[in-house]
């Protein structure tokens, strides 16, 4: 089956993926050193297909940015501003909920709701908010506060992160985005986000979730100052989470923009690095149910092509984005259902709707 890959390492790992065996670090390694392309992609579709047979997910879902004001002032960052900067804005929960009915009867299943770390508003804004949408949207869930958030919620309001995440959890929270992860290694958190959370509360974060029976995501950011090594540590060390709490339901490989950073001189990354990254995420990422092409990120022909090369999900129609457009991505701010279940078919796959916790809509 593998007798066109060509490089001999990738050939030996190929024995082990048919094997079902774990790929070690140094295994990470070689696939990151590898420039055979179609090779990687074929061993990360064994695994895909191996997992999600022969279907395409994605979800009929709406994202809200309540705010771009924040405290911190990572480098990466294009969305956030200080209050008073020219483009800050801050949504009064009132804001918030008309933006929800914005599209009433569209369908949506998930409400994807991220914001800056503001220096002002309340704790009771955020559970407030939860519980107003909660109310007027029983049915749709709610992907709310990455990981940073969490923590900056639970100091401003001097509890626990675990009191902090079941206050939310009884307000309506459903489940934790995959956000403010970016690279592991301690070295470039220093220089791209200093003032950020560190990976292991990162992570603790995400595991106190699962213990309560919240489900979530997780990202990387890559292609901006990271090397493979970083790349690969962090993808062990995600699976080592996974493991102990198996509460990770997809991991999405977020290609850096550069425009409007601190790192506008970085070229962004390339079609064979994304496809890439999604190939090494698969293979690395045993215990993962799901790897997330994010088209707003990589474009919808990447994404498209990524469904042969590990991606079983092309997340959704999404709606107003605001984060990566603020860094410059030109993919659209929205894809119809319709739009995605054609980029799905042409690529040989099946597409299903879920919603967030992959459950199939309409089942």
């Keep these: 089956m593998f007798d066109l890959i060509n490089n001999k390492k990738l050939r030996a790992l190929a024995e082990k993926v048919m094997a079902e065996e774990r790929l070690s670090f140094s295994d990470g390694m070689a696939l990151e050193e590898s420039n055979d392309l179609l090779g990687l992609g074929m061993l ?14 994605y979800i009929n879902n709406r994202h809200i940015n309540h705010t771009n004001v924040c405290v911190n002032t990572c480098k990466f960052c294009a ?75 639970a100091e401003l309001a001097g509890k626990s992160v675990s009191d902090t995440l079941l206050d939310l959890k009884n307000a309506g929270l459903g489940s934790l985005p995959g956000g403010g992860a970016e690279i592991f290694d301690k070295n470039v958190r220093k220089k791209i986000c200093p003032e950020k959370i560190d990976a292991t509360t990162w992570l603790d974060t995400h595991k106190a979730a699962h213990r309560l029976g919240l489900k979530s995501n997780a990202t990387m950011l890559y292609g901006h100052i990271e090397n493979a090594e970083q790349r690969i540590d962090h993808l062990v060390r995600l699976r080592e989470a996974q493991d102990e709490t198996g509460g990770f339901m997809t991991f999405i490989p977020l290609a850096f923009h550069p425009a409007n950073t601190k790192y506008g001189n970085i070229k962004g990354t390339t079609g064979q690095m994304d496809l890439k990254m999604i190939a090494i995420s698969r293979l690395m990422l045993d215990n993962f149910p799901h790897i997330k092409a994010f088209w707003i990120m990589i474009g919808e022909k990447t994404a498209q092509v990524s469904l042969g090369f590990g991606a079983d999900d092309m997340d959704g129609s999404v ?15 929205l894809l119809s259902v319709s739009r995605i279940e054609r980029l799905i078919i042409e690529a040989g796959r099946q597409p299903v709707e879920r919603d967030t916790v992959y459950n199939l809509v309409g089942a």
Excluded: C, W
Aim: aromatic share 12%; hydrophobic share 35%; net charge negative.
């Design 44 to 57: 990360a579709n064994t695994v895909r297909e191996r997992k999600n047979g022969n279907k395409a997910y």
């Design 79 to 153: 969305f956030s501003k200080k209050a008073g900067d020219e483009g800050a804005y801050t949504m009064p929960l009132e804001q918030v909920m008309a933006e929800a009915h914005k599209y009433d009867g569209d369908g949506f299943s998930e409400f994807h709701i991220v914001g800056g770390l503001h220096p002002d508003l309340p704790y009771s804004y955020y559970v407030d908010m939860i519980s107003m949408l909660h109310n007027d949207f029983p049915q749709t869930h709610l992907q709310a506060f990455t990981a940073v958030e969490i923590v900056f919620l």
């Design 319 to 333: 709606v107003e984005e605001k984060i990566t457009h603020s860094a410059g991505a030109d993919t659209a701010q």
